[in-house]
């Protein structure tokens, strides 16, 4: 697979180390039901995600039907608005995928502790590069790939997201992460990824544990490159 900007489209790479510290410090913990929906981009503040994902669900011309970006344990959300359109509300919402525990800071804490170290912030700025390129990467990937490729390169990015690695035996998807979902995040329909995943199973190319369908790793690389329908 030929990646363009990120090799890992839609899951955005952890902030820089000290960045916990700073929410530590000076934030208060929340948490978020798996499902749960937050209208990060009209909020005062942003998420140090300790564990769980989130996806990023975008406004503007659309409808917030269709999911950006993954944000993984160990990622801010509403940290690039924060720096980059301060004060400014965008049409933006996130979805917990997993159940999520985080740090809240209110945004203008959040900058001054920035801004009393420079060298940081320069390094929080340029990991904000790598984080924009991964949800560009995704955007290409669903304008480019056909629906099996990109549903295929999508589960593997919600394994890495988890800090999951299903071996050659498979393993699920957690629970919470529906077909609804993975339809959003590749930019499709519930029907059309309902067919496409029941497809691979009457082939043989996934399988099935307790009622749930169980991905093996050299099996979705195969798929993500090979269009099977």
């Not at 699920?172 to 497809?199: E, K, N, Q, Y």
């Amino acid at each position: 697979m030929d990646f363009v900007y990120s090799q890992s489209p839609w899951v955005l790479p952890k902030d820089p180390e000290g960045t916990e510290k700073i929410f530590t410090e000076h934030g208060w913990k929340v948490t978020f039901n798996d499902h749960e929906v937050i209208p990060f981009g009209l909020e005062k503040r942003v998420y140090f995600i300790r564990k769980g994902l989130f996806a990023t669900l975008a406004g503007g011309a659309g409808d917030f039907s269709r999911m950006v970006g993954l944000f993984p344990a160990g990622t801010t959300l509403g940290a690039i608005r924060a720096i980059s359109q301060p004060g400014n509300e965008m049409p933006l919402m996130a979805k917990a995928l997993l159940p999520v525990e985080a740090l809240a800071l209110d945004i203008p804490l959040y900058l001054r502790e920035l801004s009393r170290d420079p060298e940081f912030l320069s390094l929080t700025k340029t990991n904000f590069i790598l984080k924009e390129e991964a949800q560009v990467e995704g955007l290409l990937m669903n304008g480019l790939l056909t629906v099996p490729e990109r549903l295929a390169l999508m589960i593997l990015s919600l394994f890495k997201a988890g800090n999951r690695v299903p071996d050659d035996t498979g393993a699920p998807l957690p629970g919470s992460i529906t077909v609804t979902d993975l339809a959003a995040l590749i930019h499709s329909t519930r029907g059309v990824v309902s067919r496409t995943l029941s497809g691979w199973a009457r082939e043989g190319l996934i399988s099935e544990q307790n009622g749930r369908y169980a991905y093996a790793r050299q099996q979705l690389l195969f798929l993500a490159q090979k269009d099977h329908v």
